[in-house]
């Protein structure tokens, strides 16, 4: 079977141009989702959110809480490659993103992001994962939650059946 890269890019959420933020649904890009969302150009002002956009749009962990995403079908795996990070407030904002296969922790990576945006190239680290989590860590006095958003883009998944 033929590898399927998937690039996700959040474009088209969200899909009313009056909201600033929409939860990313179910089924977007063939992943069920936990707690994220998608914000549009111009709608932010803060500057990891403006610093990071590649298209339209791009996705964050909504309110700075653990967030995911994972694989609709029971068997199905992918390989997460690399995607573009940034802290939405905050320079050095600690983050650890998990790889899961069968509930079972199989990937880790630990790291810090300012405002201007992040490549990460996870190499094999991700491979044949069936669920990715991102936390986001550290006391922002005066900040709370919001100060642990993550904006992303372009994450880039491979896998064998169709996500």
Same mark, same amino acid.
């Given at each position: 079977?033929?590898?399927t890269?998937?690039?996700?890019?959040?474009?088209?959420?969200? +899909? !009313?141009?009056?909201r600033?933020?929409?939860?990313? %649904?179910?089924?977007?890009?063939?992943?069920?989702?936990?707690?994220? !969302?998608?914000?549009r150009?111009?709608?932010?002002? @803060?500057?990891?959110? @403006?610093?990071?956009?590649?298209?339209?749009?791009?996705? #964050?962990?909504?309110?700075?809480?653990?967030a995911? #995403?994972?694989?609709?079908?029971? +068997?199905?795996?992918?390989?997460?490659?690399?995607?573009?990070?940034?802290?939405?407030?905050? @320079?050095?904002?600690?983050?650890?993103?998990?790889?899961?296969?069968?509930?079972?922790?199989?990937?880790?990576?630990?790291?810090?992001?300012?405002?201007? %945006?992040?490549?990460?190239?996870f190499?094999?680290? #991700?491979?044949?994962? +069936?669920?990715?989590?991102?936390e986001?860590?550290? +006391?922002?006095?005066?900040l709370?939650?919001?100060?642990?958003?993550?904006?992303?883009?372009?994450?880039?998944?491979?896998?064998?059946?169709?996500?």
């Open positions: 079977m033929a590898r890269k998937t690039r996700i890019k959040f474009e088209g959420i969200p +899909d !009313d141009p009056g600033i933020t929409d939860p990313v %649904p179910d089924g977007y890009a063939g992943l069920d989702w936990t707690n994220f !969302d998608a914000y150009r111009g709608s932010r002002s @803060e500057p990891g959110y @403006e610093n990071l956009v590649v298209g339209d749009t791009a996705g #964050f962990n909504g309110g700075g809480n653990l995911g #995403f994972a694989a609709i079908g029971v +068997d199905d795996t992918f390989t997460f490659k690399r995607g573009i990070f940034a802290s939405a407030f905050v @320079e050095d904002l600690a983050v650890t993103i998990r790889g899961f296969r069968d509930g079972l922790e199989v990937a880790r990576w630990d790291g810090t992001f300012g405002t201007s %945006p992040t490549t990460v190239r190499g094999a680290t #991700f491979r044949d994962v +069936d669920e990715v989590r991102f986001t860590l550290g +006391d922002l006095p005066g709370g939650l919001v100060g642990l958003q993550l904006p992303m883009d372009n994450l880039v998944l491979v896998s064998d059946g169709i996500l």
